[in-house]
């Protein structure tokens, strides 16, 4: 699983190309890893006050929990993201 802190740092956050590196179960704070291409279980974004967003929950068929559409691969959820598309849980 890779953790993205959004608007905070705790100091266990790795950078871009460490987080290339590991490929799997670290913490960054770099947005470019929450898209459908990473291979592993799950991405998930914090935000300073404990809110998340979760990319395996996001992707399931059916699942509303942070959108009121069904999500696709060919979705860029990235600038999705940017774009404030997204309800926080």
Known sequence: MITIHYNFTDGTEV????GCDLKD???TCCLDFFNNHEDVDDVIIIDSVGNTLSRKLLMTKGDLTYTNKDMRDVHNL???FKANSFIWR
């Open 15 to 18: 950078s871009y190309s460490e």
């Open 25 to 27: 179960n670290f913490t």
């Open 78 to 80: 990235q600038n999705m």
